[in-house]
């Protein structure tokens, strides 16, 4: 069919405020009853009255899920555009989607998704041109293809390979073992698995898990005890080898890897729940038989250690100690004393983004203004040459085995799809490997740029935009801010073919770089964690601001969107500044900042957020956490909550407190749901899944914004 584009009717937003109070004040909130629940924190009462809630299992909160479900998708089955909409962005992600291929002896590996299919299904096939056929198709695994494949390792001799299965989104993995000669997956089965990496040795591997909890408490089951374990292929799980536990510190994660010739294992340790941000690095020669860890870096503080590779007897490691923008060394561990430490790549002005070694070559990524830089090197740290990329943009991979001739890379940026890339190691030489076809998409009718704008304390931030050609500041321009902030995580401005169903429409999307995160090194995180949380959304609010005063748009025009880390962002900014947005998204955040660390993993944030344990760190969290500043003479926006019954990272009772206390609370003739997910995790279980949700906060948006798109169309 021929490509229709989209035309935009836009009401008045005088007349269009009108209709959307009318709608609002039909809203007849779902009833959450409230509890004297009262905690005290350094002397200081604070009410939870809707303790209840963080029960998901138990029926009044089931039943409150299923009336507010009832209620937002109500709401939304009667935009007149959702079906249409859902379609378009459906039609946008209906191309074929490839991972960068993998070796592991004679097999190449790689993910595959034909366009719609739930679950990206993995490949093999005998060498570079060999015909790939089909390893390990997850959507066999469920009806409801829910059921996700993780990881997957081969083993050294490509005689093996462990791979991971997720159930319903859930971070719980079961770790099964599959002959690659016959494609049999064998009867191992391990269970409990979660936060873990797998290190080969011979004809078994190392692995990470927790204990199993009673029969019938599965669901109540501890992160807590985190244990590494040796099996070996063929043995029951009953029969592991326990390798390493520390019962004194049960909140410690423990993740032990293998070098790729099995010289040595790695064993990190880090203890984020006591707010420690960094890791210690232990190590036993395999090649010698020892038994028992040597510490190379014993002591656990704010710097990490990250091992590369071994070069001969000796460890390659990329760490910020000392060194903000990180460096990479080379460590002899008999000899670990700092003073002994060799500098391979020392510090630069740009943060380092990733190392790693293939080909008998160093490869290292910078960011230069959230943009990538890559370059080659000896392993002995000799700059050999600059891999030319295709513009601003960011690239990842780069990693291979010793003996391979050629690596891959992704490029991928606002008005790129993610493009692969392979380098001849020998020649230098770059192309084209695999390059997507979206459907419909002129990567010609849209521009963008980056720009940078001041902060509430003068600080630098940059900010991403992207929109069609020919663009009027006129301050009417619907726009998308979206943001993360935190866990020194870059937000990348990188593609979304779900997005052209707003970009086509004449939407601006912005993605801003604010403090918390990555983009310019630790002190960029430092910056926005802990007692700096509050730069943070001084940042947001300041992009926001930009936005409004350079003409792009206007706050009834105005959406944010931020999920996790970046729900916590909009939930907060929310609270600060509820006249300066017109439409808000929510996604899965920590909206309990006084007790986000006692549910499951929650404990590994204290890192980056403090606890209310400290008195100091109650006093900041306390002055930000979105369910404790709810205003209740607060001029809310429209506001789409949204999160999944099975999200055992961020619990839902984050979003369901949030949502019952903003519905009680603020004093808004705006719309304010939750969309509860079914069957689903942290993310999305499956793409449809996941397009749904997107088609939905897209209608959402478009409906409190006053725009109507009188003709959706589709491409084939």
Not at 198 to 203: P, S, Y
Not at 486 to 496: D, L, M, R, Y
Request: aromatic share 10%; charged share 25%.
């Amino acid at each position: 069919m021929p490509n229709r584009m989209i035309r935009l009717v836009t009401t008045s937003i005088v007349a269009f405020a009108a209709s959307a109070a009318t709608l609002a004040q039909q809203f007849d909130y779902p009833k959450a009853r409230k509890v004297d629940q009262v905690d005290t924190y350094h002397s200081i009462a604070v009410a939870d009255p809707y303790r209840w809630m963080e029960d998901d299992n138990a029926a009044d909160t089931a039943a409150w899920v299923e009336a507010e479900n009832k209620l937002t998708f109500g709401y939304l089955e009667k935009i007149p555009f959702r079906k249409p909409l859902t379609d378009r962005v459906v039609a946008l992600n209906n191309y074929e989607k490839v991972t960068a291929p993998s070796r592991k002896g004679p097999y190449v590996f790689f993910r595959r998704n034909e366009g719609l299919q739930k679950q990206s299904v993995l490949y093999v096939q005998k060498g570079m041109q060999g015909a790939p056929e089909v390893l390990i198709d997850p959507n066999t695994w469920s009806e409801d293809g829910t059921t996700r494949l993780t990881i997957f390792v081969p083993s050294r001799d490509a005689k093996y390979a462990v791979y991971g299965v997720s159930k319903s989104g859930s971070d719980w993995e079961e770790f099964k073992i599959m002959e690659l000669a016959t494609r049999k997956t064998l009867t191992d089965s391990l269970e409990w698995v979660k936060v873990s990496s797998v290190g080969w040795q011979g004809d078994g591997f190392y692995y990470s898990r927790y204990p199993a909890p009673d029969k019938g408490k599965e669901k109540a089951a501890i992160n807590e005890g985190h244990q590494v374990y040796f099996h070996k292929v063929g043995t029951p799980q009953s029969q592991d080898a326990l390798t390493y536990e520390d019962k004194a510190n049960a909140q410690r994660f423990h993740i032990l890897e293998t070098t790729e010739d099995e010289r040595f294992a790695i064993l990190t340790i880090s203890e984020r729940g006591k707010g420690k941000d960094g890791n210690a690095v232990f190590v036993r020669d395999l090649s010698k038989g020892e038994k028992s860890f040597t510490p190379v870096l014993p002591e656990i503080g704010d710097d990490t250690f990250n091992v590369l590779d071994n070069i001969g007897d000796k460890l390659l490691i990329e760490t910020n100690h000392k060194a903000p923008n990180e460096r990479v060394i080379l460590v002899d561990p008999k000899e670990p004393a700092e003073a002994n430490w060799k500098t391979i790549l020392p510090e630069k002005p740009e943060p380092l983004q990733g190392a790693g070694t293939a080909g008998g070559k160093l490869f290292a990524t910078y960011l230069k203004d959230v943009s990538t830089k890559a370059y080659v090197y000896s392993v002995d740290g000799k700059l050999e040459n600059e891999v030319q990329l295709p513009g601003p943009g960011v690239a990842s991979g780069f990693g291979g085995n010793h003996d391979d001739s050629v690596v891959f890379y992704t490029f991928n940026s606002l008005n790129t799809p993610p493009t692969i890339f392979q380098y001849e190691i020998a020649t230098t030489n770059t192309s084209v490997f695999r390059r997507p076809k979206v459907p419909g998409y002129d990567p010609t009718q849209f521009e963008t740029k980056q720009v940078f704008y001041s902060s509430k304390d003068g600080t630098r931030v940059p900010l991403f935009l992207v929109h069609k050609k020919g663009l009027k500041l006129d301050g009417s321009n619907p726009t998308l801010l979206f943001a993360y902030g935190g866990f020194n995580i870059v937000q990348a401005p990188t593609f979304s073919a779900s997005r052209l169903a707003l970009l086509e429409q004449g939407f601006v999307f912005a993605n801003a770089n604010i403090r918390g995160g990555g983009e310019y090194g630790e002190k960029w995180h430092h910056a926005g964690m802990k007692l700096n949380k509050q730069n943070v959304f001084d940042d947001f609010i300041a992009a926001a601001e930009w936005l409004i005063a350079n003409k792009y748009t206007s706050t009834p025009r105005l959406a944010i969107q931020g999920g996790s880390n970046g729900g916590l962002l909009i939930g907060a900014v929310l609270n600060q500044r509820p006249e300066l947005f017109g439409v808000a998204i929510p996604q899965v955040g920590v909206m309990d900042m006084l007790r986000f660390q006692k549910f499951t993993i929650g404990w590994n944030w204290i890192a980056d957020y403090g606890s209310s344990d400290n008195a100091e760190e109650f006093k900041a969290l306390r002055a930000y956490s979105p369910l404790h500043n709810i205003r209740r003479d607060g001029k809310y926006p429209a506001t789409l909550i949204t999160t999944a019954d099975h999200d055992d990272r961020v619990v839902p009772a984050h979003s369901f407190k949030y949502a019952a206390t903003l519905q009680e609370l603020a004093r808004t003739d705006k719309p304010v749901l939750i969309r509860i997910e079914t069957v689903s995790g942290h993310g999305s279980s499956n793409l449809m899944k996941q397009l749904e949700t997107t088609a939905d906060i897209y209608a959402f948006i478009m409906q409190n914004m006053g725009l109507t798109p009188v003709k959706i169309g589709t491409n084939e």
